[in-house]
Antibody
Framework: QVQLQESGPGLVKPSETLSLTCTVS??????????WSWIRQSPGKGLEWIGS???????YSNPSLKSRVTISLDTSKNQFSLKLSSLTAADTAVYYC??????????????????WGQGTLVTVSS | QSVLTQPPSTSGTPGQRVSISCSGS????????VNWYQQVPGMAPKLLIY???QRPSGVPDRFSGSKSGTSGSLAISGLQSDDEAEYYC????????????FGGGTKLTVL
């Protein structure tokens, strides 16, 4: 069964760029059925979708974060990554990677997320 | 302010049936399916219902979903103590070149 695991720094300074990696095991990120996705959750708050990338490079991002978000895939390592720039304290959150499903083969939408990684807490502080 | 609107909290007693609503608009729930996630404190969210009313394997049939117009609903029957969790709805939104939107979450307390 597919498993995802996030890795990256737990503490990042304001104005810097966060880099996180998600390692996928038990399945290929080159699959035609999935969008590889990032979702975050600020302390005590709800879920916020960050963005998703298809194996062809098609990417969708949260309009409120779009200018700061870069998602990339490394098929040789079966990993995908998130870069979030110009960090502020508001970016402090648990960051989850997840496998997103295309909606019944339609690749111009991102459907449900399953499974999710365990999450990694990122604190933005000087 | 979340794009999808959920009640902040609900409660029920063991064995009872509870429902959680998720209100959206024509560009999200009105056009696309609703998905539901369960998050137990300290854990990652887990997919509960996808495409309005489909259950992934392993999810008990006590959980069911439905959609009508621009609103979705999650029902839990035969409430159990370990159903106590936060529940989130989500959907694809066709506006702004397309993006995923979540509800603000509903805290279910089993009394």
């Amino acid at each position: 069964q597919v498993q995802l695991q996030e890795s990256g720094p737990g503490l990042v300074k304001p104005s810097e760029t966060l880099s996180l990696t998600c390692t996928v095991s038990g399945g290929s990120i080159s699959s035609t059925s999935y969008y590889w996705s990032w979702i975050r959750q600020s302390p005590g708050k709800g879920l916020e979708w960050i963005g998703s990338m298809y194996y062809t490079g098609r990417t969708y991002s949260n309009p409120s974060l779009k200018s700061r978000v870069t998602i990339s895939l490394d098929t040789s390592k079966n990993q995908f990554s998130l870069k979030l720039s110009s960090l502020t304290a508001a970016d402090t959150a648990v960051y989850y990677c997840a496998r997103g499903f295309t909606i019944f083969g339609v690749v111009t939408m991102v459907g449900w997320f399953d499974p999710w990684g365990q999450g990694t807490l990122v604190t933005v502080s000087s | 302010q979340s794009v999808l609107t959920q009640p902040p909290s609900t409660s029920g007693t063991p064995g009872q049936r509870v429902s959680i609503s998720c209100s959206g608009s024509s560009s999200n729930i009105g056009s696309n399916g609703v998905n539901w996630y369960q998050q137990v404190p300290g854990m990652a969210p887990k997919l509960l219902i996808y495409s309005n009313n489909q259950r992934p394997s392993g999810v008990p049939d006590r959980f069911s979903g439905s959609k009508s117009g621009t609103s979705g609903s999650l029902a839990i029957s035969g409430l159990q103590s370990d159903d106590e969790a936060e529940y989130y709805c989500a959907a694809w939104d066709d506006s702004l070149n397309g993006h995923v939107v979540f509800g603000g979450g509903t805290k279910l307390t089993v009394l």
